[in-house]
């Protein structure tokens, strides 16, 4: 069998190869047989035998189904989240309506008391008072509605006279006490001075029949006969 190939492969080694002039030939004994082998340069591929050629073939190209489109679902759009305030909100709503009881003007003996207190106080420069039915009621239920003669020792300034026939009489007597004041509180200019009283604006005064005379009371709002400061309220609020 390889003697039979040797042959063969000198033969299509002969008509494939072209030797190549000046190269060098080498011989070589294969058991019986002489093989010389020459230098050779493969210039082209000949078929031995024509029409022998394989006919190509070639892998089918592989075929590729589209690849869908894809779709993406809407995202949600995200639920508005709601924030609280850090703190209520503060409406500027109108203050509250504070009605003032209705001051009617006073009469009889009212009318009488305010007039005789203005009149004095003008003596001194001190400014009109007004009617205050607040303190009106406070003086009528003073000391329970008896006739005892008594400060109350209420927040007000106070003053009481008993047994006069008229209310200016009284209020007269009070103011008369002018001439005993001495640039401080005394009891005995003390009616006097409330009477006078510069920051003293309000009045309100009552008077109740008893056995033995009139009782009159008198309330004063801000109240008068302030002491301390070495009477340097007295100085502020009495002129003489």
Excluded at 57 to 81: F, I
Excluded at 104 to 131: M, T, V, Y
Excluded at 142 to 153: D, F, I, L, Q, V
Excluded at 178 to 201: D, I
Aim: aromatic fraction near 10%.
């Amino acid at each position: 069998m390889r003697s039979f190939i040797l042959p063969l492969a000198a033969l299509v080694a002969s008509v494939l190869a072209v030797p190549v002039p000046g190269k060098d030939c080498v011989t070589e004994v294969y058991g019986n047989k002489v093989v010389e082998i020459y230098d050779v340069t493969i210039t082209s591929t000949v078929y031995v035998t024509a029409g022998s050629e394989p006919t190509p073939t070639y892998a089918p190209v592989p075929t590729y189904a589209p690849e869908p489109p894809v779709t993406y679902a809407p995202k949600p759009s995200p639920k508005p989240v709601y924030t609280p305030p850090a703190y209520e909100p503060v409406y500027n709503a109108p203050a509250p309506v504070v009605e003032e009881p209705v001051q009617h003007a006073p009469s009889g003996d009212a009318d009488a008391c305010l007039s005789a207190h203005n009149k004095f106080r003008a003596n001194h420069g001190a400014p009109a008072l007004k009617w205050s039915q607040k303190l009106a009621d406070y003086a009528a239920a003073a000391n329970g509605g008896s006739c005892e003669m008594k400060h109350t020792g209420g927040p007000y300034g106070e003053n009481l006279a008993k047994g006069y026939s008229d209310v200016t009489v009284a209020i007269t007597a009070w103011y008369n006490e002018k001439n005993r004041y001495s640039g401080g509180y005394t009891s005995g200019a003390g009616h006097f001075t409330q009477l006078v009283w510069k920051a003293t604006t309000e009045l309100g005064c009552y008077k109740r029949s008893c056995g033995d005379g009139d009782l009159l009371v008198c309330e004063y709002s801000t109240p008068g006969n302030v002491v301390g400061n070495n009477n340097a309220y007295f100085a502020a609020n009495v002129q003489a």
